[in-house]
């Protein structure tokens, strides 16, 4: 779990401090629609994703602004409906300069982000 902080990136008054499992299969960070919402964050397109399942599902996703121990970095959020899970995943992990640490299964700061 990760206690991060959410802000619209366009009105930095608006924030949401919150825990998440860190979850690096998932590609983008999920995050209840009524919580982006109440954010004002709005969204600017559909993606489809492939559920561990195997299903195919359509959401909107949007941006936002991330925070963790200090960093911050604008990454993509989708609107996650009642069902999914919320979760941060990698591209926010990667936007923040972070890994996982194999051992201790904790976040800590990357010694380099691959340039490839």
Do not use: Q
Not at 29 to 47: A, C, H, Q, Y
Not at 53 to 72: D, H, M, P, S, T
Not at 85 to 96: K, N
């Amino acid at each position: 779990m990760a206690r991060i902080r959410l802000y619209n990136p366009c009105d930095h008054s608006k924030l949401l401090d919150m825990e998440l499992l860190v979850d690096t299969g998932s590609t983008y960070t999920w995050v209840r629609r009524e919580k982006l919402e109440m954010l004002g964050i709005k969204p600017v397109d559909r993606r489809r994703f492939r559920t561990i399942e195997g299903e195919v599902i359509e959401r909107e996703i949007g941006e936002a602004i991330v925070e963790y121990l200090g960093k911050r970095a604008i990454t993509i959020v989708v609107f996650a409906e009642k069902k999914d899970h919320e979760v941060l995943g990698l591209h926010a992990l990667v936007d923040l300069g972070l890994e996982v640490d194999p051992v201790t299964k904790l976040l800590r700061e990357a010694e380099a982000i691959p340039a490839l």
